[in-house]
């Protein structure tokens, strides 16, 4: 989970932890060269939003957790916040496809998303997956590795425990009965840690302002398509260089999933302390610097 939109009129502030303004954004975008396009991509019947940003040959690839409303909604946060990406990477920042069907599996959603990297020629890319976009990557690295040249993993699991269905069980039945003030309290509890509740509760307490019956009806097909995610017995068909974040703050997905991902993979480990929460990717300031690190590697 973990792609939550800001929508108030009290602040143009559109990020957690990177909390910059539009404008400001907007500014840094344009010192950087790193001018940001928002597109749309049919492929068959699959329909998809993407936007890109940055002037690199290489390919960096962002998949995000499930979100509360479009990614397109966050691009400039996104933009800003992979800002030092931009100058090596075109950064490419996939949507769920638009069309959404009511069953959508997350095998399917990593399927469309390499069907519409292949119509935008991108090969052999570095990525980065987010809690279900995670999952997304993972898959990907299975079925498609042509596509996948290295990957770091956040806030990730090779399948659902116990604990984790009753998390998402309870978003979706509070998704269901239309509470939303209910719903984003419960999504800021479980998602994010105690310093940035703190520091951030006012702003996000409005991340699902706007929130329409699509919106709500789009989460809970995603949320729904964790239950059913098990690739544990095919962890061995990755074959590219991984790193794997976690977080021992973690109250949606164990932290023991992240340990169990690196030792089945031979990867990279970071496990961050329990000072961040499952959104540690958005949290942790040395984060990002720690995936270019990675992707330095030969």
């Known amino acids: ?6 929508n108030t009129k009290k602040s143009r502030f559109v990020s957690v932890e990177i909390s910059i303004c ?6 840094i975008l344009r010192k950087t060269g790193d001018l940001m396009k928002a597109d749309f991509v049919q492929v068959n019947d699959i329909e998809m939003e993407y936007f ?13 957790g499930v979100s509360t409303r479009s990614l397109m909604l966050s691009a400039m946060a996104v933009s800003a916040a992979y800002r030092a990406f931009g100058e090596e990477y075109t950064v490419y920042c996939f949507d769920r496809r638009r069309n959404m069907p009511d069953s959508y599996t997350v095998r399917q959603m990593a399927e469309d998303t ?12 570095d990525f980065f997956g987010a809690s279900q976009g995670g999952m997304m990557a993972m898959c990907i ?3 498609h590795p042509e596509l996948v040249h290295k990957m770091t993993l956040g806030s990730t699991a090779v399948c659902m425990d116990d604990q984790g269905k009753k998390g ?3 978003w979706v039945a509070l998704a269901q009965s239309g509470d939303l003030t209910a719903l984003t309290a419960e999504l800021i509890d479980s998602l994010y840690s105690e310093y940035t509740i703190g520091k951030y509760k006012d702003m996000l307490l409005h991340m699902n302002d706007g929130m329409t019956k699509e919106d ?14 098990d690739i544990t017995g095919e962890l061995s068909k990755i074959q590219c260089p991984v790193l794997v974040i976690g977080s021992h703050g973690d109250r949606v997905l164990p932290p023991s999933q992240s340990q169990y991902i690196a030792q089945a993979l031979n990867a990279e480990l970071y496990m961050y302390s329990n000072e961040w929460g499952h959104c540690v990717f958005d949290e942790a300031p040395d984060y990002k610097q720690r995936m270019l ?3 330095h590697q030969t």
């Not at 989970?1 to 800001?6: A, E, N, P």
């Not at 390499?114 to 890319?125: E, R, T």
């Open 168 to 170: 998402t069980e309870r």
């Open 52 to 64: 890109s940003f940055g002037s690199g040959e290489r390919s960096f690839v962002i998949l995000p």
């Open 141 to 143: 690295a299975i079925d």
């Open 114 to 125: 390499a069907a519409v990297m292949q119509k935008l020629g991108i090969a052999d890319a």
């Open 1 to 6: 989970m973990d792609t939550v939109t800001l």
């Open 216 to 229: 709500i009806r789009r989460f809970i097909i995603q949320t729904q398509a964790l239950d059913d995610f």
């Open 293 to 295: 690190d990675f992707f």
């Open 22 to 27: 539009v404008c400001y954004t907007e500014f």
